[in-house]
């Protein structure tokens, strides 16, 4: 699974299991946002220790550059061989949006996320996490520690349903300048 991201979703995917997935992608790219603006961006990443946001690895830099609807996410170890990992972002209610990132060919995953002033909080969507929150969830088909968004279901009304109920974010994005 850590193949399948490169960034701070890594972290979390080593820390928590793995995350929500779907055998083709739940958004289009005309229904990407360009939320973290049309020009290359750079990112650090912060994690929350004991109440405190902290950057624990020197090493989480992100950058993010625009192309169409959605953005290339380079990171400063990735290698041409590593290929593209896209991440579109669309907006779903009160705030939130959900995170479609896909490395190369590999079926898309998902994370949630929103504004906190400048900064972006990012929630990876756990398997564990919906077992224990969703767990009749018809939307989703559940295998062992991996679960899967079942094919022909509405993104937008599935995670737009999921996010609010998501525990507080334990990552966030922020602009370096």
Aim: hydrophobic share 40%; net charge negative.
């Amino acid at each position: 699974m850590l193949n399948r991201l490169v960034s701070l979703f890594a972290l979390a995917i080593l820390l928590c299991g793995c995350v929500l997935d779907s055998p083709d992608p739940l958004f289009k790219e005309a229904e990407g946002e360009m939320i973290f603006g049309k020009t290359e961006s750079h990112f650090k990443g912060l994690s929350l220790d004991h109440g405190a946001w902290v950057q624990t690895d020197k090493d989480a830099l992100l950058t993010l550059i625009p192309e169409g609807h959605h953005y290339l996410m380079k990171t400063p170890d990735q290698k041409p061989e590593d290929g593209n990992t896209t991440v579109l972002a669309v907006s779903l209610d009160a705030g939130w949006f959900a995170l479609q990132v896909t490395e190369n060919t590999k079926p898309p995953i998902f994370a949630a996320g929103r504004f906190d002033g400048k900064d972006f909080s990012v929630i990876p969507i756990m398997c564990s996490d919906l077992k224990k929150k969703s767990p009749g969830e018809k939307a989703i088909s559940f295998d062992g520690i991996d679960c899967h968004v079942k094919a022909g279901e509405d993104g937008r009304k599935l995670l737009g349903g999921i996010a609010p109920r998501l525990d507080p974010p334990q990552m966030k994005l922020v602009p370096i300048p």
